[in-house]
């Protein structure tokens, strides 16, 4: 076992990508990892911009423009087919702290991808015509996924729940469809133009590339993009609940569910990945506490899980589950209690502890093998202060110790600091 871990080890430390870091006149910063073990090349854009940044009374907008930046910019009607055409493939994904979009393709061909990502950063195709088409896509999202899908509104519910002030009381998505639907032209321009600007982007580029000719075609594509004005208005800081918080709500679904939520901190918090080795060790798999003991062994739950949220901000530890049929939801929220009760008066043993960290390091090094996945990574880390703590990330896991877990759960995973949504089947 432990040469084993020792290999492991060597292992992640050969794969960590290696950088170098520019910073454009107008503030836009980009990372270059180089790995010429392929042909391909990942380039990676991270805006600083997630629904935490928008209007309580205009919520949705940034889930809006990351399908409005798909709908033509000012030069380039359609997006995807010059990237087609050159072997590329593109997506998008919006959270609740960021907005990022990202192109995996031969790096030969790397200028058709920059060329697309600048000129959709200069400015987009804004028309009436390009928006209603979006909002519709969005609204029907909204009600496929959220209103007419079984389990579909439980975000919708607990968001505003678990947070009293913080922009993370409501989804990416937004409160309603209304937001969505209201929205003019005149709004998505003031959105974009202070929030998607070079001054407010991390790009990475990892794959078969020189940094420095890197450095020069993003130069070259970007660089008399104008530095923007930015909104940066406070967010308000969540306070410390201090109560348990409860809802129950009947719904046409088949069977109970029970959603539990733990405040903790944010991820650059040195105490988040503690958590996320909590979560690890209740749901690594099907040899997680939660699975092992309340579905395989007191037949209570159908599935459970658990997981943190990993936002910027304080965020949530989040345990839910599906109760069988014919057990009473008391009696399987009472054994969610003592499940979480046992992190804060047991200590888990060294056997369980390295076990949890085997299987992050594995994943971790799994992880490493994918441009895409190093580009979103440093990207990320850098947004959080220095894009080498990516790096650091085994490191910090491999040092947690029983007691840390047990300190943790005793601080943190405690009723008062609880919050449990009942979604009942209505029978």
């Known amino acids: 076992m432990e040469i084993n871990n020792c290999l492991l080890l060597k292992l992640i430390k050969f794969f960590m990508p290696d950088f170098k870091r520019y910073i454009l006149n107008n503030g836009l910063k980009l990372i270059v990892n ?40 000012v ?45 959709r950063m200069q400015e987009l195709d804004f028309s009436e015509q390009s928006l209603n088409v979006q909002q519709n896509v969005v609204i029907e999202e909204f009600r496929q996924r959220y209103l007419n899908q079984p389990y579909g509104d439980v975000w919708l519910l607990m968001n505003p729940l678990v947070f009293n002030v913080h922009p993370y009381q409501w989804p990416t998505i937004g409160k309603n469809t209304n937001h969505i639907q209201d929205a003019t032209l005149e709004d998505v321009k003031k959105f974009f133009y202070s929030h998607y600007a070079p001054n407010n982007a991390i790009m990475c580029i990892s794959g078969n590339i020189e940094s420095d ?17 930015l909104t940066n208005s406070e967010i308000p800081a969540e306070p410390e609940q201090t109560e348990y918080k409860e809802l129950t709500v009947k719904r046409n679904v088949p069977f109970d569910g029970i959603y539990m939520a733990w405040h903790i901190p944010g991820r650059d918090n040195d105490n988040f990945l503690i958590f996320d080795f909590i979560t690890d060790i209740l749901a690594g798999g099907r040899s997680g506490k939660l699975f092992q003991k309340l579905v395989k062994e007191q037949c209570l739950f159908s599935d459970i899980n658990a997981y943190v949220t990993g936002s910027i901000d304080p965020g949530l530890l989040v345990v839910y589950g599906k109760v069988l049929g014919g057990v009473p939801v008391e009696r399987a929220y009472k054994a969610i209690e003592d499940i979480m009760g046992q992190l804060s008066t047991e200590r888990i043993s060294d056997e369980e502890l390295q076990k949890v960290k085997n299987k992050f390091e594995a994943n971790f090094l799994l992880g490493q093998t994918s441009i895409l996945n190093k580009a979103m990574g440093l990207c990320y880390f850098e947004m959080m202060g220095d894009a080498n703590l990516f790096n650091k990330e085994t490191d910090k896991y491999q040092a947690i110790t029983a007691d840390d877990v047990l300190k943790a759960a005793q601080k943190t995973i405690v009723k008062t600091n609880c919050s449990t949504l009942f979604y009942l089947a209505d029978k």
């Open 34 to 73: 180089e790995d010429k073990s392929t042909p391909m090349v990942a380039i990676n854009i991270l805006y600083k911009v997630g629904s935490r940044n928008e209007n309580p009374e205009k919520t949705g907008f940034a889930h809006l423009f990351e399908h409005l930046m798909f709908g033509g910019s």
């Open 75 to 119: 030069n380039i009607p359609s997006f995807d087919e010059p990237l087609q055409m050159v072997g590329g493939e593109n997506n998008a994904f919006t959270s609740s702290d960021i907005t990022n979009y990202y192109i995996t393709l031969p790096a030969e061909n790397i200028e058709t991808g920059l060329w697309l990502e600048s000129d």
């Open 213 to 229: 000719y890197a450095y020069e075609l993003v130069n070259k594509w970007f660089g008399s993009i104008e530095t923007r004005q």
